[in-house]
């Protein structure tokens, strides 16, 4: 192998995993990519591409097996408030997800891993700061007392904190971020695991001009949403910053869920209308704080949400078009 810095992406076959690989190609690096499938929407960019079960310790063997620069750890099992919020998922996400989780940082510190990333969710935040639409709070030191709402939330604290107890016994070198909602093309649209934008962006693509959308809970809830670009942008700065987090990767441009809906309605220039059903919510408000990213990385989003929802609607009203004629 030549000199080039070499990167481990966990969950490369994802979201965000597969935009990395890309981003870090771009830069230079050296990339092996691992998951349990082929990214879905194109071919990977990385150099060499595991399909593996990360669950597995003869696997994950395999895949750490030298001192890599940086590993990511994004592998989990994870989708929107359809999937983690029911709770008919709860043990699954708690069981996968940590075993990965356990055997990623033990077998990243056995081979002499120089750094290593770990997605943590806002997802941790307690449930009693979030239960105001107009006025969550979801500063990093807000964390504890403990009481997320969600056993996926759970699950990323326990991880989180396994990762920082690697760095203070063994010290290996880890970062730790907080994502707010990424979204962008190229992510999960349909199927059960999308996430609010993608799933507001599939319904109206999906809805005749004159029909109606089914948007879960009475609207008012509130989020932010950040851009991939703008999310690996943050990353990549934490990466190659002393800064070890825990950290929030997020956007401060809150919105209520049914805003999301009427923004995506605008793009589509269809008249539809939006019918409130009961579903799955999570916390009644939910939005970044940025000010220890500002101060530690002098970072902050550049792009309007308004500017990614529309190439993530272009982007999925274009598979929903190719569904249908396929
Ligand atoms: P994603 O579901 O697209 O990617 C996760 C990948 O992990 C999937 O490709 C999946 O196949 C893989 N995976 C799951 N179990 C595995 C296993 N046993 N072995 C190997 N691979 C396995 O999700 P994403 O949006 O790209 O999220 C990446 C990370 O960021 C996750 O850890 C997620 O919890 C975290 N996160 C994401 C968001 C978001 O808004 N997208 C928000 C907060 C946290």
């Known amino acids: 192998m030549s000199q080039k810095k070499t990167a481990l992406v966990c969950g490369a076959g994802g979201f965000i995993g597969s935009h990395l690989v ?15 499938k082929n990214p879905e929407f194109s071919a990977t960019a990385a150099d ?7 669950r597995e310790q003869s696997v994950c063997r395999n895949v750490v097996d030298m001192p890599f620069d940086e590993v990511y750890q994004l592998a989990a099992d994870m989708g929107g408030a359809g999937y983690i919020f029911t709770g008919n998922h709860d043990a699954d996400v708690m069981h996968n997800s940590a075993t990965i989780n356990l ?21 941790m935040y307690p449930e009693y700061n979030q239960n105001d639409p107009d006025n969550p709070k979801c500063s990093e030191d807000s964390a504890y007392p403990a009481a997320p709402d969600s ?3 759970w699950e990323k604290l326990f991880s989180e ?19 707010h909602n990424i979204f962008g093309p190229e992510g999960t649209w349909t199927g059960g695991k999308e996430k609010a934008p993608a799933a507001m962006c599939r319904k109206v693509a999906e809805t005749p001009d004159g029909g109606a959308i089914e948007v879960w809970g009475d609207g008012k809830q509130t989020r932010s949403f950040l851009y991939i670009d703008e999310c690996l942008e943050a990353m990549r700065r934490l990466m190659d910053s002393d ?5 929030n990767i997020g ?12 923004m995506v309605i605008g793009f589509s220039g269809k008249n539809v209308s939006i019918n409130n059903i009961p579903g799955p919510t999570g916390v009644r408000g939910r939005n970044s704080d ?37």
């Open 22 to 36: 890309r981003r870090l190609k771009h830069e230079g690096f050296w990339v092996r990519g691992v998951d349990l």
């Open 243 to 247: 800064f070890i987090g825990p950290v």
């Open 103 to 123: 055997n990623i940082v033990e077998l990243a510190h056995k081979a002499g891993v120089k750094k290593i990333f770990y997605s943590s969710s806002a997802c």
């Open 151 to 153: 056993e996926y939330g």
């Open 290 to 326: 940025n000010t220890l990213i500002r101060e530690k990385l002098q970072w902050s989003p550049s792009m309007p949400l308004r500017a990614g929802m529309e190439k993530t609607y272009s982007w999925i009203h274009a598979q929903v078009e190719a569904r249908k004629s396929a």
């Open 48 to 54: 060499e591409f595991i399909v593996g079960d990360l």
């Open 251 to 262: 956007s401060e441009e809150m919105i209520s869920i049914n805003g999301l809906a009427e």
């Open 161 to 179: 904190r396994l990762y920082l107890a690697y760095q203070r016994n063994y010290g290996l070198n880890v970062r730790v971020a907080r994502y």
